[in-house]
């Protein structure tokens, strides 16, 4: 079973991950808004790979259940209802029973991209749901359904961020840790190894290498800083994501 | 004054690099094996885009002084003289005075195209000889000759590898500590976060980090073990070399 992260989409080839599991992290701020979304009683997220994609998407579904959502230069998109700001996903009378139109710059087609090469459902991962991502992942493996895991960092225009990369590190251990618990010591191929120990490194500083980061620096400029510090922190929800090609909704259908 | 660090070719942006100091990296083992040619005595190292390349160099060149070196898929070149191996070119009767053509498959490409992508000289970096990289480029951001520094690892197959990133992690923390004791603390982009992570997980773990490598198994399986014994020591050498656009020769005129 070989373990595998994926640095930043530029570096995705295609053949690397089919029949593996893989999971997608963009910390700042998609996989942390649609964990909040889910969690907070959203029906489904729909990740876009354009803001006319969603706008089409809604009004094809009909715009009483949908709501449009996402981030162009992390601010939010004209004639959009929600930003990118998981905080804007908290309130029950927001998200519950909606369908969420979401488009952002990384993120929504890191997860397209990552389905297109698997060929199989995505887990959707962030720091606020790592080790319920992790957990599940570790169970699916073992069940023998996948050669192995590759995590894909959504980095930022195409390249790698510091936060996604430490998040992606915390998965490994936590997958590294599970698997051989139930007796299946995983190859740490290099992708795996620099993000483990990256994140062994920042162990105990999630804020600080959200902060620091070029993207957490970007958003606090904008005025984003409350959401660094509500992304940065670790396993606030049990939520499984899991996008199918078509939505994203909640494996576990817990918060 | 910003630092970085490239972690696999495929993530050059070529105006990234302009008027930037550049290192670049591939321990295992192109920029380890220049660099001890020259340290033993080597006039000059030719980097190739091609076996073709290479060849047409050393013929024009004359075969007297000239010597064929480098490898495909870690082996030697049918019609080479020599192969990969650091310790190929340690001897003095086999390189002294002479002008080495050598293609790799990651690592001289690499060079090349930083210097493309730069268009000033690109320093050569390997564990072998990473202080004294470092202290020279220190001393020519001090003189006011760059905005930025960017080490760029070669990676392979256009992938990121450990070794490399462990590598310009150590570049990393002795150009920060460098310029912040003569009053210039540098920004650390992203790139460079990562890469003095990883080093700092893996501080007194040189040989491990090559040996667990992708690459560094693959070197042992063709038999080449003592050969990331070799590139996995710090500072054998204070040797700089500087690649031109045309060779790469000793700055320092060291061993």
Sequence with gaps: MKLDVVIAPTLLAEDKLRGRLCA?????????????ALASGADAVYPCLSVEEAKRGADKHGRGSALLGGEERGQLIPGFDLGNSPLEYLAAEVVVGKDIFF???NGTGAIRRAYAACGCPIYIAALI?????????????????????VILCSGRYGKPSAEDLFCAGLIVYQI???????GTVPLLLDGAGIALGFAAANRERSLDVLASSEHGRYLQSLGFAQDLEF?????????VPIFDGDRVFLLNGDS
């Design 231 to 239: 992304a940065s922190r670790l396993d606030s929800y049990e939520a």
């Design 24 to 36: 997608v992290v963009d910390v700042l701020r998609a996989t942390s808004t649609i964990t909040t």
């Design 129 to 149: 749901n790592m080790s319920a991502v992790s957990s599940v992942m570790v169970g699916a493996a073992s069940a023998g359904r996948a050669e192995g895991i």
């Design 103 to 105: 488009y952002t710059t």
């Design 176 to 182: 590294f840790t599970g698997l051989r618990e139930i």
